[in-house]
């Protein structure tokens, strides 16, 4: 994939030299701070932004805070009062004395913003930590990957689970062919847990922008939309500190989140991804109830699939998630049940043992020698048919040994920076650039509604040229600053 930038505001190209966009040289070869410390920024400093900059924190100095929210902002410039703070972006990656006095950059935000505040950061020459999912949409995913390598930056995504032993020794049994020949892969999630279809299938009334939140941020390079007050009349779990989108609610709005499969699938198909190598699908399908265009589905079935990689066989992935008719989407009942018959017996708070059930989130392998059955949204818990077991107290073999979870994956991703060996961070872009991408892919067969061949190298569903549009959407004028293909 071959890009050439557009400037911001047009006048980027002007300054890009200057700003270090064209210096190609690996990051690491540019020092620290003079004290030897990793400087770091925070873009997105509330809700898991708040534990993520402050796990930064501990590993590196804050010297940059960016919140389009007045409120968060100001509760972590308390904490750090001589970072220098923004309620956009775009101004940080403007301003010359920061980005000279910068390694690396936390991005937090809400999915539609991540990969343009990830992308100003890598060609910046800035070592990037994103939260899950890498991206909004399927080329940006790509593009990421394609950047990272280019510009020689050191990249985490945030799907926590990665740094956990049990993890990684599942995925060295399941390297090793602890099943056998992997013919299936089944993932489920109790998501979604905020608003969408199909209680919420259309724009709320507008209403005025709180004081303290920067609108024009928030929207960035999504289609502008007015502020909304959140319903009270929809049922949800996280209150209604603020609006119908911000905050937390936006999960569930396609113009801002990627919906329960964006939300869970880096965390709770990790496992099965890595362990089995998978990258990019060649056939996607779907079947969703509640399809619209404002909202992700009431419920979905994903289905897609992976061509033969080295010595292992084609993979058939299956996503569940949301509830149809009433009733949650799950694996078939034949292969939960020997799933739930490999875990220990359960028993209540008076100790009563209860009967097996199949957990809200999790993910079963069925191999030729056997299933392995991971009862964890993280897959740090597996159980496997063969007698193998991995959890967080069993250290992986072959694999680094972190356990050190959500922290852990910041203090791999800084010793990576250290000593300028990306793959060091085991879920480096290049890495989480597939695994976002393939089930970013699976929104893309929720709205069509029609399957598609996927050609991973091209970026493209090769027989269904609608759905162009969703796999690259149209930037904001303004915000349209990552570059097209030429």
């Known amino acids: 994939m071959t890009t050439r930038r557009i400037t911001r505001r047009q006048a980027l190209a002007a300054s890009a030299a200057s700003l270090g966009y064209l210096y190609t040289a690996p990051a690491w070869a540019q020092p620290a701070g003079a004290n030897g410390r990793l400087k770091v920024a925070g873009i997105g400093v509330g809700g898991k932004g708040s534990s993520d900059i402050d796990q930064a924190g501990e590993v590196m100095e804050v010297v940059a805070l960016c919140?389009?929210?007045?409120?968060y902002l100001g509760a972590k410039a308390k904490k750090w009062p001589k970072a220098k703070t923004y309620s956009d972006y775009r101004k940080l990656f403007d301003d010359a004395e920061t980005l000279k006095n910068l390694d690396a950059v936390v991005v937090s935000t809400p999915d539609h913003n991540h990969a343009l505040a990830s992308l100003l950061a890598i060609r910046n020459k800035k070592h990037v930590y994103c939260q899950k999912p890498l991206t909004h949409d399927v080329y940006e995913a790509h593009l990421l990957r394609t950047e990272a390598k280019k510009h020689g930056v050191c990249t985490q995504m945030g799907n926590q689970g990665t740094a956990e032993h049990g993890l990684r020794r599942a995925v060295e049994l399941v390297r090793g062919?602890?099943?056998?020949?992997?013919?299936?892969?089944?993932?489920?999630?109790?998501?979604?847990i905020w608003p969408q279809a199909p209680m919420v299938t259309a724009k709320p009334s507008p209403a005025p922008v709180p004081e303290g939140l920067d609108w024009e941020a928030f929207i960035g390079p999504a289609p502008f939309r007015p502020y909304a007050k959140y319903d009270p009349s929809v049922p949800n779990r996280y209150g209604n500190r603020l609006g119908a989108y911000h905050d937390f609610h936006w999960r569930g709005w396609w113009d801002f989140g990627t919906g329960a499969i964006g939300?869970?699938?880096c965390h709770t198909a990790n496992m099965a991804f890595m362990g089995l190598n998978l990258g990019h699908p060649d056939k996607m399908s779907a079947e969703a109830t509640g399809v619209n265009p404002e909202t992700c589905p009431e419920s979905a079935h994903v289905t897609m699939r992976f061509p033969a990689r080295g010595g292992m066989k084609p993979v058939t992935l299956h996503w569940y998630e949301g509830k149809k008719d009433g009733k949650k989407l799950t694996p078939p009942d034949?292969?939960?049940?020997?799933?739930?018959?490999l875990t220990p017996p359960r028993k209540n708070k008076d100790g009563k043992e209860l009967p097996p059930a199949l957990v809200n989130s999790g993910s079963i392998l069925v191999g030729s020698k056997g299933i392995a059955y991971s009862p964890d949204d993280y897959g740090a818990e597996?159980?496997?048919?063969?007698?193998a077991r991995a959890n967080r107290s069993t250290k992986p073999e072959k694999l680094a040994a972190n356990g050190g979870g959500d922290g852990g994956q910041k203090r791999e991703w800084a010793e990576a920076i250290k000593a300028g060996k990306p793959a060091?961070?085991?879920?480096?872009?290049?890495?989480?650039g597939l695994l976002t991408a393939a089930f970013l892919l699976g929104n893309v067969a929720?709205?069509?509604g029609k399957p598609f061949t996927w050609d991973g190298e091209k970026c493209q569903a090769t027989d269904l040229p609608e759905a162009a549009k969703l796999i690259r959407r149209e930037y904001r004028k303004g915000w349209d600053l990552i570059g097209y293909n030429g």
């Open 382 to 387: 597996v159980y496997f048919s063969t007698g």
């Open 334 to 341: 034949g292969l939960v049940q020997k799933a739930i018959a």
């Open 263 to 265: 939300d869970m699938a």
């Open 446 to 448: 929720i709205r069509t």
């Open 424 to 432: 060091m961070a085991l879920s480096n872009f290049d890495y989480a």
């Open 67 to 71: 919140d389009v929210d007045a409120e």
């Open 177 to 192: 062919g602890e099943l056998g020949d992997v013919a299936e892969v089944h993932v489920w999630t109790n998501r979604p």
